[in-house]
């Protein structure tokens, strides 16, 4: 009976530890896919998602335009992602970097004190309409 125990005890440490492993990688929500850039409804990246692949994404009339409050990019073969204010990739843009490419300042969890390399002093919090990307190899 003891032993029978003693089983069990390490059968369910082994159980935990898969579900720790399980779960580890899903930790890093603010990672987005290769060849993607992710804007966020909530900060920190959270709340709904939205995401493309595609070279340009025009969000006007999309659920997610003027929502974002939170971003993150990985182009695969385009280095940058610009996040435009108006539609049709025009008015004030902040750039993010890919994750792929630069491996640094390609994402924000907060829009309202600023964004990218080059949008740092203004609130770009649910402004987003139209996304493009950039710098391609
Ligand atoms: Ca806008």
Request: with cysteine; glycine share 12%; aromatic share 16%.
């Amino acid at each position: 009976m003891r032993n029978t125990w003693k089983k069990m005890a390490v059968s369910v440490g082994i159980a935990a530890l898969a579900v720790v492993g399980l779960a580890a990688p899903a930790s890093a929500a603010e990672d987005c896919k290769v060849g993607y850039w992710c804007g966020w409804v909530d900060i920190n990246y959270s709340g709904q998602v939205r995401g493309s692949s595609y070279n340009k994404y025009a969000a006007e009339g999309a659920w997610i335009n003027n929502k974002m409050s939170s971003a993150s990019a990985n182009g695969k073969s385009c280095w940058y992602t610009y996040f435009y204010d108006a539609g049709d990739w025009t008015g004030a843009h902040y750039t993010l970097y890919s994750k792929t490419g630069m491996g640094y300042n390609f994402k924000d969890p907060d829009l309202r004190n600023g964004a990218g390399f080059d949008g740092s002093s203004t609130n770009w919090n649910d402004r987003v309409s139209s996304v493009q990307f950039g710098y391609c190899q």
